[in-house]
């Protein structure tokens, strides 16, 4: 379904975004081919009324447009290897599906990305209770099922797979809302180390990366 779930909990109120993440075929572009890839884009950008396939979830008939702005669920994340000049490490950037394939442009970076789910201008509201009551219980599920299982990837990693899920807490500084700082520890709850275990085969029932950022006061 997406590589990436983007929780923000503020208090009382709750924001959460899809990613699909995608490496860009060449410099700030970014491409889509083969049909499992254009399946998702199509999901991306109609969300159509669709099933979990993994029973575990209990998901069914899911209506992304029921209850507010279906289109605003999901967003593509391109990293980019392709750079020429320092900083030498990989851009992320985040882009609407409806505008893949093409540039990323002056999409916003994930980091700027999140800092605005943080602020309320990105990403969907995803409050239980809310009127979006598929996209609730999508989120709801995301986070008591993938949060604790394990990112495995055998010809990368090798044996080792690390937890998916991390929380992290981010705090206004001196009372200006412009003024946020995050922290995390890599662990599968605030303040937890994380364990990195071996897997001889892969998981059985699949996952996707988990981060979840709860707003507090300084």
Do not use: C
Not at 8 to 17: G, K, L, P, Q
Not at 20 to 27: D, F, G, H, L, V
Not at 105 to 128: C, E, K, N, Q
Not at 157 to 172: D, I
């Amino acid at each position: 379904m997406a590589d990436l779930l983007v929780v923000v909990d503020d208090f009382n109120r709750r924001r959460a975004a899809l990613v699909q993440a995608k490496m860009a075929a060449r410099k700030g572009t970014v491409q889509i081919s083969g049909t499992k890839n254009k399946a998702q884009l199509d999901l991306f950008t109609r969300w159509p009324v669709f099933d979990f396939e993994e029973t575990i979830y209990g998901l069914k008939g899911l209506d992304l447009h029921r209850g507010g702005r279906g289109l605003t669920s999901g967003m593509y994340g391109i990293i980019d290897r392709h750079w020429s000049n320092p900083p030498r490490h990989p851009s992320w950037k985040q882009m609407v599906p409806a505008s893949v394939p093409g540039s990323v442009g002056a999409a916003p970076s994930l980091g700027r990305f999140i800092v605005r789910m943080i602020f309320g201008t990105a990403g969907r509201d995803a409050t239980p209770g809310s009127a979006a009551r598929d996209w609730v219980q999508i989120v709801d599920a995301l986070m008591s099922v993938t949060y604790t299982k394990y990112f495995h990837d055998r010809p990368s990693l090798g044996p080792p797979a690390f937890p998916r899920g991390n929380t992290t807490a981010a705090f206004f500084l001196q009372g200006q809302a412009k003024s946020i700082y995050t922290f995390t520890d890599g662990g599968l709850a605030v303040d937890t180390e994380p364990e990195i275990i071996r897997l001889e085969r892969e998981p059985e029932i699949g996952a996707l990366s988990l981060l979840h950022i709860i707003k507090s006061p300084a």
